[in-house]
Each structure stands twice: as structure tokens, then as C-alpha cells.
């Protein structure tokens, strides 16, 4: 059942390790909190303690150890629902709702959708809630940047970018890490010309000298300075001298250049 004019979630960010970031999703009305990956207990247990939440799902975006480590001893305090994708099972921890591209499932009685963004592993999913205008995309989309491609293949990334380019511009973008500062200076190097890159990469810069996190960021921030999401630019393909190539050839070559940057 949709919810009409409701309240939507409430998101908070939550720091964990040096710089992974897992967040909460909470319902007001229904009193369902999900969390989005569990790289540390500590941080996400005081902050479900502090909010007087109770844990009613996890959503595990991939497999890596920094996603999924603290799951074990997150549950022990705040038993919930753990869903991950169905095509990684295999190697996530124990799901109660294995999920694929196109599923649904609902928190606070709000839809939320999957896709599949494979690319930095094969098997990473995305939690889109429209109603509340959040994507959760871990190590795929990242604030300014991109998830380095540890199993997939640069046209499997930019399928994946492709679909999330299409979700509105007032999405809110809940990425897996503290990476911005460094992916301005790499993104300045494509496009030195482009102002509201310029103008992002010193907002940024002035919120990591006052310690602030630059994640959640908007969709449409990303859209307009990104350069990962901008490969199909001719802007862009004409900045790095790539007029003639395929979309995912010069998002290709934008990802190689971020490797040895
Ligand atoms: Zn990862
Ligand atoms: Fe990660």
C-alpha cells in the first residue's frame, strides 16, 4: 500500500571505520528503521540508542568486508530482516529476502526498488525509495565519483551509472565513502572548465577543513559535475579528446585515468 502525502523517511548518516559511511532509514509512523550496510556496530548501535530506533531490516548493497563485517554483531543487539542481493547469497552473509533487479519490498509501507549496479563487484545492488527520493549506491555512484571496478567490466559500471542517471535530480545520493576531496582534484582534471565543478570542489573543500562529510549528496550535483556520470557528454568527450568513441569507451577511459591518478 502507497503512502499519500506521508512523512517521508528520515536518513541519517552514520560514519563507521576511517571512512565508510552506512545510514538509517526511519518511519516515523510505523516506527521501521533499516540500515544500509554494517561496517561497524559501535557507531550504528549509539545512534539507534541515542534515537531510541529499533532495528527492523538491514539492506546489504555488496559483499565487501567493509559493508557486512559489523552485520553479526548488529544483529545480536537489534535482531531485523537482512536483504542482499540473490546473486550474491553465495557469498553475503545469511539473508532472510534475497533481492534482484526489479524487486520490491516495502519500509514504512514505502516502496523500495532494486538495481542491479554491478561494476565494483558483480552482485552490487542499489535501494532506490522513490516517495522519499533516496538511493542508496554504496561503492557504485559516489559522491564525485565511482566505485573502482574490482569484478566488472567498464560497460557493465556504465550500464549501471545509465540507470541511475535517470532517477530524478532531487534524489539524495547515500554513497559508501569519504572519497570527494580526492575524486574534485582527479574530476578537475577532466573538466577544468566546468564552473559548477569548480564551485562543488570548494564547497568541498571548506567542509573537510571543518571535518564535515560531503555525503549524502544530490542527484542532480552529481549529474551536472561528476565526471563519471558525464562520460556521455560531448563536452566531455571533446575535453579529453574523445569526440568519436561509444559512451562507455570514454567512461572507460575517464575510470583508467582515476586508477593511475
Ligand atoms: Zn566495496
Ligand atoms: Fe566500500
Same mark, same amino acid.
Given at each position: 500500500m502507497k503512502k499519500q502525502n506521508a512523512m517521508p523517511l528520515e536518513i541519517v548518516t552514520i560514519p563507521c571505520l576511517s571512512d565508510n559511511y552506512a545510514f538509517l532509514a526511519h518511519d516515523a509512523a510505523s516506527g521501521e528503521t533499516a540500515l544500509v550496510?554494517?561496517?561497524?556496530?559501535a557507531p550504528v548501535l549509539a545512534v539507534l540508542k541515542d534515537r531510541g530506533w529499533t532495528l527492523s531490516h538491514v539492506l546489504l548493497t555488496h559483499h565487501h568486508w567493509d559493508h557486512v563485517d559489523a552485520l553479526s554483531e548488529i544483529l545480536a543487539a537489534q535482531p531485523a530482516k537482512v536483504i542482499g542481493a540473490a546473486a550474491d547469497a553465495h557469498r553475503l552473509?545469511?539473508?532472510?529476502l534475497a533481492v534482484s533487479e526489479g524487486d520490491t519490498f516495502t519500509i514504512g509501507g514505502e516502496e523500495v526498488q532494486v538495481l542491479d549496479?554491478?561494476?565494483? %563487484? !558483480?552482485g552490487h545492488i542499489a535501494f532506490h525509495i522513490p516517495a522519499s527520493k533516496v538511493v542508496f549506491t554504496a561503492d557504485s555512484l559516489m559522491a564525485l565519483g565511482c566505485g573502482r571496478l574490482f569484478e566488472g567490466t567498464p560497460e557493465q559500471m556504465w550500464a549501471s551509472l545509465s540507470k541511475l542517471i535517470t532517477?530524478?535530480?532531487d534524489t539524495l545520493v547515500c554513497s559508501?565513502?569519504?572519497?570527494?576531496q580526492s575524486n574534485a582534484r582527479f574530476a578537475l582534471t577532466i573538466e577544468p572548465g566546468n564552473a559548477a565543478l569548480q564551485a562543488r570542489a570548494a564547497d568541498i573543500g571548506t567542509a573537510r577543513e571543518k571535518?564535515?562529510? %560531503? !555525503?549524502?549528496?544530490m542527484l542532480q550535483l552529481e549529474k551536472d559535475t561528476n565526471p563519471f556520470l558525464r562520460a556521455g557528454k560531448a563536452s566531455v568527450k571533446q575535453a579529453i579528446g574523445?569526440?568519436?568513441?561509444?559512451d562507455a569507451a570514454v567512461f572507460a577511459e575517464i575510470r583508467k585515468r582515476k586508477d593511475n591518478f
Open positions: 550496510d554494517a561496517p561497524e556496530a552473509p545469511d539473508l532472510d549496479v554491478s561494476g565494483h %563487484t !558483480v532517477l530524478p535530480g559508501g565513502h569519504e572519497y570527494t571535518g564535515e562529510a %560531503t !555525503v549524502p549528496s574523445m569526440e568519436d568513441l561509444a
